[in-house]
């Protein structure tokens, strides 16, 4: 059974850092392109950031490129986000998800089929 596991949110000041982490299990990241999306209660759920699983090609939303980065261990089966000067409206449960690798990287969540519980992040001083 293909399952999904975040960690590493929590309450960080505004400006700082913070490194998300997504680890797979059941299956290989070799098969899976891996999501992050965010959502804030009474919001809709976006999209932040992507890996292909073949060509590590990634996508970015415009709120957060330049300060997100996204990679990947395969050896691990782990996916990471890596989280720069952050600002208080990138507060939100962050969760990763999973998809069968195609030649699509797709940035919003109706394509993705497996889900992680999420991790909260907040953002204040």
């Known amino acids: 059974q293909l399952v999904l596991v975040e960690s590493g949110g929590g309450l960080v000041q505004p400006g700082g850092s913070q490194r998300l982490s997504c680890r797979l299990t059941?299956?290989?990241?070799?098969?899976?392109?891996i999501g992050w999306f965010r959502q804030v209660s009474g919001k809709e759920r976006e999209g932040v950031s992507a890996?292909?699983?073949?060509?590590?090609?990634?996508f970015y939303s415009e709120s957060v490129k330049g300060r997100f980065t996204i990679s990947k261990d395969n050896r691990k089966n782990t996916v990471y986000l890596e989280m720069n000067n952050l600002k208080p409206d990138d507060k939100a449960l962050y969760s990763c998800?999973?998809?069968?690798?195609?030649?699509?990287?797709?940035?919003?969540?109706?394509?993705?089929?497996?889900w992680g519980q999420g991790t909260q992040v907040t953002v204040s001083s």
């Open positions: 890996i292909h699983a073949a060509t590590g090609r990634t």
């Open positions: 059941g299956g290989s990241l070799d098969f899976y392109d």
């Open positions: 998800a999973a998809v069968t690798a195609s030649i699509e990287l797709y940035s919003g969540p109706r394509e993705y089929e497996i």
